[in-house]
Structure formats: C-alpha cells, structure tokens
C-alpha cells in the first residue's frame, strides 16, 4: 500500500508542520529520553533520529527504502534496517530503548509488533511511545472509525483508531506514571516489559 507515509517529501512537509504547531515538544520528548542501545521502530524519514541523546547508539527499522533513504541523508551515524516490526531481525535483549513514534497505528500485525519489542529489549529496558490513538471523546472516536478506510488508503497504512494504550498492556508492559494524552486522541508514555522478561 503506498501513501503519504510512503512519500518522503509529502511526509516531512506535513510532520514538519504539525511539529512547527506543537507535536515538536512531544517528538523531543520520546527520544529525548532514549539511553544505550536504542531502536528507533518505524523511523521513517528518521525525525526522531538527530533528537536522540549523545552517546546513544542508534539503529532505525523500517520496510519502505524510500524513506530509509531520507533518513540515512539526515542522520547519517545511525544503521538503518530495512525490516518490519513483526519479525525484527535482532537477537533478544539487543536494546536498551525502543522509540515508537506513530508506527503501532501503520503496522499490520500491533500484537506481534508489540511481542517482538518485548524480546528485543534487555532487562530493564524501556519502550517510549508516541502515537495517535482511538479518541477518548465518544463521537470523534466514531467519526475515527467512519474515516478509517479511506485514512487508511491515503496515508499508506495508518489507523486512526487503534486502542493502543491498551494493546501495550495486553503485550505485558506496565505504563509508567499516569501514560499521559498528549491531547484527546495522542497518548505518550514509556512502559516497561515484565521482570524476567
Ligand atoms: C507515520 S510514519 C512514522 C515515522 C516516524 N516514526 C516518525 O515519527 O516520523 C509510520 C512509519 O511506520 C512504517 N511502518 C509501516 N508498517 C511497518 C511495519 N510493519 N514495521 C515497521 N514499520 C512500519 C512506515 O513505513 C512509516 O515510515
């Protein structure tokens, strides 16, 4: 399926607008926090990626080489994976952090993506998310699922109706603090896998 996320140019254009609204504070926040080895799931144009920390070791997954592409222009340091987030071709434990800006609501299979965050992250380590979910307001929730698939079609694979806070738990993480809403319909949290894996 190709779409806006599919076009490098036609994504920055519109990401750099949201962020120039906004979303920019809620971007420095997800990588902003990052530590050790860190995976960058989904990272597209790879906006997330000058964001990290020093000293943080960067790897970047995505399945669509046109915006690999565009995310090795803009960070150059950082290997990128050609890859999906459903068979994610690292051996267990491989990260300190994964980041997770708007892909669990692109990606085909959330529960499988969400399984093999799980294995890839070492003991300790954490998932940080941003992303753009089911509203908590009842009739926009429903105007989301009215639009869904012509959203879908036109972004190239994202849901804008997805209970992904709750698929994070149902995948065993436990969210920390309050997992906070950034806004009505995009939540931010880190969540922690269980202990002992
Ligand atoms: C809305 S973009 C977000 C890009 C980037 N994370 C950001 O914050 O700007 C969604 C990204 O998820 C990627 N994607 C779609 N399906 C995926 C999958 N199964 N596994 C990993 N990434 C996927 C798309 O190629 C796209 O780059």
Known sequence: MRGVEQIPWAYDAICGALEWSGLGRWRRWLAGGARGRTLDLGCGTGRNLPLLPAGVRAVGVDPCAQTLARARRRSPGALLVRARAEALPFRDGAFDTVVSGFVLCSVSDPAASLGEVRRVLAPGGALRLLEHVRSARPAWARLQDWIQPAWTAVSGG???????????????????????????????FQARPPEGG
Not at 158 to 185: D, K, L
Request: aromatic fraction near 4%.
């Open 158 to 188: 994202c849901h804008p109706n997805r209970e992904t806070g709750r698929a994070v738990e149902r995948a065993g993480f436990s969210i920390e603090g309050e997992g906070r809403r950034a806004s009505e319909s995009v939540l931010r």
